[in-house]
């Protein structure tokens, strides 16, 4: 059964709060925050402050999405402030400063994941695969809600995935971007663990009923 993460870069920011405990009360898996620095990826989105608040108000694993440059100067920082699980753009760095950013993240007792952009390629993400605990595929340009979803991610995600098997069983796979009910199913049998959705959750007329659909 795949998780569902919901992500509230798509909810109502007035009523946050009240969104996240809708999350919990439909039975979602996680949590997916989105953190842009408006330099990485064009738009801004949630920070510490956010990302310690939303802590305060909910037990529910934190799947914290680093879309910002040279993470390495904040992973400390958001693992204090309350994630789960903490992911990384390798675009984002040098090699070198990216292997610190993971061994530092899983020496705090949090899970590290390293994200791939569309153009960014499965090989890519090699030197990696052994220090991570997840790998998200982006399957729309990171930066934008709302986007269409690109099935031809999907021969990436398969590659990762035997790639995986090989060098790191434990680690699972996450895809964002355009998930929803038409798009899960390819998304799994492509060997996605983890659903992250945004829109299509907060529009769903039964999120319950939508959340347990991804899940499958």
């Known amino acids: ?17 009240r969104d996240i405990h809708d999350i919990e009360q439909n039975h979602a898996d996680w949590i997916h925050v989105d953190v842009m620095d408006g330099s990485f990826v064009p738009n801004f989105s949630f920070g510490l402050p956010a990302l310690k608040a939303i802590r305060d108000v909910t037990d529910m694993p934190l799947d914290v999405h680093l879309m910002i440059e040279r993470p390495i100067r904040y992973v400390e ?21 990216t292997v610190k950013a993971l061994k530092l993240i899983r020496s705090m007792g949090c899970k590290a994941g390293i994200s791939l952009k569309p153009g960014t390629k499965a090989e890519e993400a090699e030197p990696y695969l052994a220090l991570c605990d997840l790998i998200l595929v982006m ?4 930066g934008f809600g709302g986007q269409k979803f690109k099935e031809d991610m999907m021969p990436k995600l398969r590659a990762l995935r035997s790639r995986l098997d090989e060098v790191n069983p434990g680690c699972i796979l996450s895809v964002d971007g355009g998930v929803d009910r038409n798009t899960a199913p390819i998304c799994k049998a492509n060997g996605a663990e983890v659903l992250v959705t945004g829109s299509a959750y907060f529009k769903a007329a039964d999120r319950a009923e939508y959340v347990c659909n991804l899940q499958g």
């Open 1 to 17: 059964m795949a998780k569902v993460a919901p992500s509230i870069l798509a909810a109502d920011f007035v009523n946050l709060e």
């Open 139 to 142: 399957t729309v340009q990171p």
């Open 77 to 97: 920082r958001f693992v204090a402030a309350g994630a789960d699980w903490l992911t990384i753009h390798i675009e984002a760095d040098s090699h070198e400063n």
